[in-house]
């Protein structure tokens, strides 16, 4: 662990906030103070709150994944029941915002993340078909763009499992994990959202045998640091590839995010449970954080 992490962590713990899942994973904060993340093997979406207990908001939940709030504050999730990603209307009506590249379906959507304008980037992995190759109707797994306008744009086909996604404060890298590789890649965005360059950000590989887990979901701090699950925890890099060290939780990880009211505490979805750990920064949120 590097000086600069040790600054971030302070004297803080990791500590458990809420159990009794099969995988949690999709964590996402409600600035109204509250806690959405999903349990896809019990096929629901989950709302905590940490002074009024959990509760089941959505099941089914069509297996969902990754959850994310569009500008309109409306819930976005990855269904890889549906292979779709879905949205939640006002009046709680579920609409589809995408399930189709070019006629053919999507694989099985697996995580999101929201621009500033309004588009969202997207993985689309295997893996919630079985076997991960049954009804697969695309030779290749994407990386996408769902434009406002409900255009769709392939940004990124060349990876093997691309699974976790995030984007950092500026709007102008992209970063998404290719599991299977090890590696997280990082994108130079154009104004328009298309790629302009790529290079790999970092790699992200068990350093004893038998350790369990892989570069997965990941969040971004406002001053661009990456927050990535992977082995033994979570990865800490800032954002030049620079490791500042790692995390350690009870369990593999398979996401995190920032929430509570000052943005400074770190949410991490590890399979049985969610725990927490306040940190020395606040995370990176289109919408402020409530006072």
Known sequence: MTPALVRLI??????PAVSGFLYAEGPLWRSDGYLLFADSPRNRIHRWNPRGGLAVLREPSFTATALAFDLEGRLLATEHGNRRISRTESNGTLVTLVDRYEGKRLNSPNDLVVAA???VYFTDPPYGLPRQREGKELDFQGVYRLDPDGRLVLLVRDMVRPNGIGLSPDGKT???SDTDRSLIRAFSLRADGSIESSRILATIKPWREGMQGAPDGMTLDVKGRLYIAGPGG???FDDNGGRLGVIATPEPPSSCTFGDATG????IAARSRIYKMHLNVQG???RPYKK
């Open 10 to 15: 302070g004297k803080h713990l990791v500590e």
């Open 117 to 119: 304008n309004g588009a």
């Open 174 to 176: 992209l970063y998404v």
């Open 234 to 236: 979570i990865w800490v």
């Open 264 to 267: 400074q505490t770190l949410y």
């Open 284 to 286: 990176f949120s289109l």
